[in-house]
């Protein structure tokens, strides 16, 4: 398990484990999604859930290019599973929406590990280039 500390992530982390302490393995993503949120907003937390992404490509803008399951505090995205094992395209696919959404951390969530933590990847955004503005 590889997290960057941060007070926000570690906030969100601890809410994380209580939800998969009570609940466990095994469930839909969209009910560990609905419950790790509800915690969120008991802990005082803004919470945006399903949060439409666009990609610009040449010219063409595509509205909803991805949906981050979790958005807090607009800083900290958080891509839910609950699968077997996470696979280096979850990897691939958090690193990509964190960098097309501008946030600055993203936790990587596997609800199907026996303990949480041991399915629990963090990220930190990489400084983005000024856009030129052509």
């Known amino acids: 398990m590889t997290v960057i500390h941060t007070p926000l992530a570690h906030a969100v982390i601890d809410r994380a484990?209580?939800?998969?302490?009570?609940?466990?393995?095994?469930?839909?993503?969209?009910?560990?999604?609905?419950?790790?949120?509800?915690?969120?907003?008991?802990?005082?937390?803004?919470?945006?859930?399903?949060?439409?992404?666009?990609?610009?490509?040449?010219?063409?803008?595509?509205?909803?290019?991805?949906?981050?399951?979790?958005?807090?505090?607009?800083?900290?995205?958080?891509?839910?599973?609950?699968?077997?094992?996470?696979?280096?395209?979850?990897?691939?696919q958090t690193l990509t929406y964190l960098r097309l959404s501008r946030l600055d951390q993203a936790l990587l969530m596997n609800f199907h590990a026996p303990r949480l933590t041991m399915g629990l990847k963090s990220y930190l955004a990489r400084p983005q280039p000024p856009q030129d503005p052509d």
């Open 17 to 92: 484990i209580r939800v998969h302490r009570q609940i466990g393995p095994g469930l839909f993503e969209s009910v560990y999604q609905a419950c790790l949120a509800h915690e969120l907003v008991k802990g005082g937390f803004e919470v945006r859930q399903q949060v439409a992404v666009p990609l610009i490509y040449d010219d063409l803008r595509v509205a909803c290019a991805f949906r981050i399951d979790i958005v807090v505090d607009q800083s900290l995205m958080i891509e839910l599973k609950s699968v077997e094992h996470i696979l280096p395209v979850h990897h691939a």
